[in-house]
């Protein structure tokens, strides 16, 4: 059902245009499998942003290297807006993390609308949760928590949409977990929560869900969206969000001489849009090996696709195993967590422990093992209140990508079961 869609030249091909994918230039070989925490790089993604970051212009003048940069950072806006979200209006905002976009927009929504109310999930990201219910009781607003299923790990969406009522301002909902990979079917909750009321901003924390999967904010009729392109193979430095026609008529910080769609303030850095650009062409690159078109915004949904497809397989393999290795739902001493079936609605993360040992220690005893992998425990802010939503007190994130191989994961595998029998001795 799951099948590999890159032929050996292709897979290999891809992989060499990420940096250090199997090893670390000082601590040696090693797979990298975090990169829901921060991903592998595409390598042109920071060589092109070095070779700008060295020439002195600035944007804000008239000079031919200036008149480049603009042009550039008005196409990436382009690029963004209708090649990766499908957006046939709409801003973009940027700052320098995701999470100041969302708190900056949660903060423009509720200080300039009349209401009683807003609504999320127990599962989102500490920065729009947060977010939300700090300027909800700045704002003596109702903050109303929709609970995922514990058992498929999904927010459903009559869940949301009960909450919801003449004097909700906004509803915010993540785009996928970063703790099990759920894809939430945000098309249809947002179609719940707006037939309770037509008038909510409907936004979604895409940072964990836009690199591993298609998005389409005027489908999913989304005010809001925000993601990180350093989660996306390229550098830190930079968040953006999509902000609707609607969003960015209400009261936002900008210079007063400039238009309502503007949110970016000062002088913008050239290089950090030159870093995403290139991930976006990275993304048609792969689709121009399937499809035979010069639209971009079809050959990125092409790419993004199968992207998705090699990913799913990967999946597939790391909890199935094969004719060589067991995979983790049948390995004796691993255990999966929201293990849902339907792997077409998961992205690429798998939320584990092995039995008997603590998980802090256990990602230390892979991290000896020449694996890079990551605890989600509720010891920590990030992850507390998402850990325990879904009833648990903590986990094993295992989160390859793409460029990964069924050698890498036979290998994830072979360690996971020596350290199984490590801790059963």
């Known amino acids: 059902m799951y099948s590999n869609p890159f032929n050996s030249q292709l897979e290999e091909a891809i992989r060499k245009k990420f940096a250090f994918v199997d090893f670390d230039p000082n601590y040696g070989p090693r797979l990298f499998f975090d990169n829901s925490g921060g991903s592998l790089r595409l390598s042109s993604s920071v060589t092109e942003r070095y070779t700008l970051d060295l020439l002195p212009d600035c944007p804000e003048r008239y000079h031919a290297r200036a008149n480049d940069f603009n042009q550039l950072m008005d196409s990436t806006r382009e690029e963004v807006l209708s090649t990766v979200l499908g957006a046939k209006s709409g801003s973009i905002i940027t700052e320098l993390t995701a999470s100041q976009v969302f708190f900056n927009v949660v903060s423009v929504i509720l200080e300039n609308c009349q209401g009683t109310n807003v609504v999320t999930t127990n599962v989102e990201h500490p920065s729009a949760y947060d977010s939300l219910k700090m300027y909800a009781e700045k704002n003596d607003l109702d903050f109303r928590v929709a609970e995922a299923n514990k058992e498929t790990g999904f927010v459903d969406p009559e869940s949301v949409a009960e909450l919801v009522d003449d004097g909700t301002i906004v509803v915010s909902v993540i785009s996928a977990s970063n703790i099990s990979g759920n894809i939430m079917d945000i098309k249809t909750i947002g179609k719940e929560c707006k037939k309770k009321n037509s008038n909510i901003f409907f936004i979604s924390d895409a940072v964990q869900h836009l690199p591993h999967g298609l998005v389409d904010v005027e489908d999913m009729d989304l005010d809001f969206l925000n993601f990180a392109p350093y989660k996306f193979f390229a550098s830190r430095g930079l968040g953006i969000g999509y902000a609707s026609e609607r969003l960015s008529q209400l009261t ?59 990913e799913r397989y990967l999946l597939n393999l790391l909890l199935e195993g094969d004719a060589e290795i067991e995979g983790l739902r049948s390995m004796a001493g691993a255990k999966v967590f929201v293990d849902y079936a339907d792997l077409t609605r998961r992205d690429l993360i798998v939320a584990m422990e092995i039995e008997g040992l603590d ?57 996971t079961k020596d350290l199984i029998h490590q801790v059963q001795k």
């Open 359 to 415: 998980h802090t220690k256990a990602v230390a005893r892979y991290q000896e093992k020449g694996v890079t992998v990551y605890e989600r425990v509720n010891t920590s802010i990030y992850s507390k209140r998402i850990v325990e939503s879904l009833g648990l007190t903590g986990a094993i994130r295992v989160s390859p990508l793409h460029v990964h191989t069924k050698d890498d994961i036979h290998q994830f595998l072979l360690i």
């Open 252 to 310: 936002h910080h900008k210079l007063n001489g400039k238009d309502s769609s503007v949110w970016e303030l000062g002088s913008p850095a050239p290089a950090v849009f030159k870093s995403f650009l290139e991930v976006i062409d990275y993304v048609c690159w792969i689709g121009e090996h399937f499809i035979n078109s010069r639209n971009r915004r079809e050959l990125y949904i092409e790419g993004i696709t199968k992207i998705a497809e090699k």
